[in-house]
């Protein structure tokens, strides 16, 4: 199999033919690191939940896709969830990110399967279900992923509405404060004190400097107790 | 075969031929594996939940504690990410200072890994070994960043300490002594013959497979997918300099994608990170290494800044991908994080199956998974939980490694 690599403009301008109509939003975005500026290209489209199939059969069409994650936005009405996958790897320089954006209504959290396509989806297709409440229709491996077996249903943790996580399951160990019945913790003498009075002890005296010294030893003794 | 029953054994969630915790559940017929299922998520710590309700400045330091090997590939990524949203422009030194402690995270990473790999086989004088000259890469990234791990050494919009020439000799000595290892090492991990036993066609991962499920880094560049973000994507420094993805034909003469060729390519981007840092450091530009300085002006910036990016990095074990939704508040509207681990997980279903018990720990372990295995194995014989120990089941693999040698 010989793989043409084309470029960023080439991969957008056969996604919006060959692909779904409901492809919109199309953008190119180039970024550049190091001295001699090496761009990097990355196209971030939107499709509906009906066409993601099709958008996704449109990239496979072009060169098979290397899924890097799905990820998922809660913005309010909807949840996005952007499919991340690069084309072209392999091939030095040549390698351009594809985002698929789809938004779902919260009315109707359901979305297609892209398994039968990308086997190795069903992992971030399971992590999308337990995170963000979404239904994969047709996953063949319903389960749940990272959270444990007994986390309360219908929390969802990356969701920002009344399913995300409720104020009562934080812990807020920072405000547990520290016990009242232990000693206070032991403050170091700042150095440039101890210097002075062994300075003064040398020197014979100014009438000021014993203060000083009186006044750091009592933290020291705390801390012996 | 056929005719002998089919036990469940669950491995985990704690063994520590692994680094982290995870659940395995193997149907066994005999001795051969029939089918594999895993559970992770025994330590799930919810970073991303926390990183959503913290500023980036706070959450590059929180990468920094996603993962104990790999430091800066996180907070690289992150770092990467946000500054494409705000459109900081990077000190072209930063980058190279970015690329070089990633480079000495990846020999470090590799040679931790290749310790762990002969202590699964039995051939514990090696793990030593490996282990001991591993530390002369900690060694120097300490020097440079001032911690063996959690460097915190990247900042959006650069990085927080500089190398000064005066460090330089200390990088090379560093250099000199992996250069005179290589031999050594090469000789030691793939000329052996109990290596080449047990290694060699266990653990297989056809090129299909390994692109199917979506696997990246030495597990699947050992499988022929030649992927490697420095390459295909450059990021840091890496545009700069000839960095080519290392498949197992550089040594062996067909690639067969199995336990072996994992070996393969992870010894030998030790020796190309060595040569790549050495590039670095010879066309490494001037100060300054920080976009801005005050904490307050980039906390501004990046509470200015609108939209949404991807932050992609090799780390040593693959892809790591950080994709930043910023809305103009302080903290980001989301924020995804997904390690190597994460993509290279669902190869385990296929590489496990078929392959024997005493096969187990040396092929888990050779996608190098950053998380983890067994303290004891129940196996369920005759209806009656025999409880298995960590040191029973390293002992099985020790008993396979004398028996073909024998």
């Known amino acids: ?225 | 075969m056929s005719n002998k029953p089919v036990y469940t054994i669950p491995i985990g969630p704690i063994h520590p031929a692994l680094k982290e915790p995870i659940l395995f559940t193997f149907d066994i017929q005999g001795e051969v594996i029939n089918a594999v299922d895993f559970a992770p998520g025994k330590v799930h710590r919810g970073v991303e939940w926390m990183g959503m309700r913290r500023n980036p400045v706070q959450i590059v330091h929180l990468c920094d504690r996603i993962c104990g090997i790999c430091g800066v590939s996180h907070t690289l990524a992150f770092a990467r990410a946000v500054e494409q949203i705000a459109e900081i422009e990077v000190p072209e030194r930063a980058h190279y200072v970015r690329s070089i402690i990633a480079e000495f995270e990846r020999i470090q990473s590799h040679l931790l890994w290749a310790g762990v790999a002969a202590h699964e086989l039995g051939f514990d004088t090696l793990f030593h070994l490996a282990w001991r000259v591993r530390e002369e890469a900690m060694d120097v990234i300490e020097y440079l960043t001032g911690n063996r791990i959690n460097y915190g050494i990247v900042q959006v919009g650069g990085v927080r300490r500089d190398f000064t020439e005066d460090q330089f000799p200390r990088i090379r000595k560093a250099l000199e002594t992996y250069e005179g290892l290589v031999n050594k090492l090469v000789t030691l991990f793939l000329e052996d013959t109990t290596i080449k036993l047990r290694c060699m066609n266990t653990g297989v991962l056809t090129e299909k497979d390994a692109l199917e499920l979506c696997t990246v880094g030495p597990t699947a560049r050992a499988s022929g997918l030649k992927m490697d973000v420095r390459a295909d994507a450059p990021y840091a420094a890496y545009g700069d300099i000839d960095v080519k993805a290392i498949l197992p034909d550089v040594y062996a003469d067909c690639i067969k994608g199995d336990v072996y060729d994992r070996i393969v390519v992870r010894l030998f981007e030790v020796v190309d990170s060595v040569r790549i840092i050495r590039d670095l450091m010879d066309q490494m530009p001037a100060w300054p290494v920080l976009w801005e300085t005050r904490y307050a002006k980039i906390l501004s910036t990046c509470k200015k800044a609108e939209g949404e990016a991807i932050g992609r990095v090799e780390a040593p074990r693959g892809e790591c991908f950080h994709y930043v939704r910023m809305n103009g508040s302080e903290a980001p509207q989301q924020w995804k994080v997904k390690a190597s681990t994460y993509s290279n997980q669902m190869s385990w279903l296929k590489i496990l199956q078929g392959e024997q018990i005493a096969d187990i720990p040396i092929i888990v372990a050779s996608i190098d998974p950053c998380m983890s295995c067994t303290d004891r194995v129940t196996v369920i014989r005759d209806g009656s939980p025999d409880v298995m120990t960590k040191d029973t089941l390293h002992r099985l693999s020790v008993e396979k490694t004398r028996r073909l040698q024998a």
């Open chain 1, 1 to 225: 199999m010989t793989r043409q690599a084309l470029s960023a403009e080439q991969i957008a301008e056969t996604l919006q033919k060959t692909g779904p109509k409901s492809i919109k939003d199309v953008k190119i975005k180039t970024w550049t690191e190091g001295q001699k500026k090496t761009p990097v290209a990355s196209i971030w489209l939107r499709t509906t939940g009906e066409s993601l199939i099709a958008t996704i059969r449109a990239v496979i069409d072009i060169d098979y896709p290397h899924l890097s994650v799905i990820s998922g936005v809660d913005t309010g009405d909807v949840v996005e969830l952007l499919y991340h996958m690069q084309v072209f790897h392999g091939m030095p320089g040549a390698e351009v990110n594809i985002t698929i954006s789809v938004p779902v209504p919260k009315k109707n959290l359901v979305i297609p399967t892209i398994s039968h396509l990308i086997p190795g989806a069903v992992y971030t297709e399971r992590e999308k279900q337990e995170m963000l409440g979404v239904t994969v229709a047709g996953i063949p491996d319903p389960r749940g992923l990272f959270l444990p077996a007994d986390f309360p249903k219908g929390v969802f943790p990356w969701r920002k509405d009344e399913t995300g996580i409720p104020e009562g399951m934080v812990k807020s160990l920072y405000a547990s404060g520290r016990p009242e019945d232990r000693p206070l913790p032991f403050v170091k003498p700042k150095e440039k004190m101890v210097k002075k009075s062994e300075v003064c002890a040398v020197d014979a005296v100014a009438p000021s400097e014993p203060d000083t010294a009186d006044a750091s030893q009592p933290e020291v003794t705390t801390h012996v107790e």
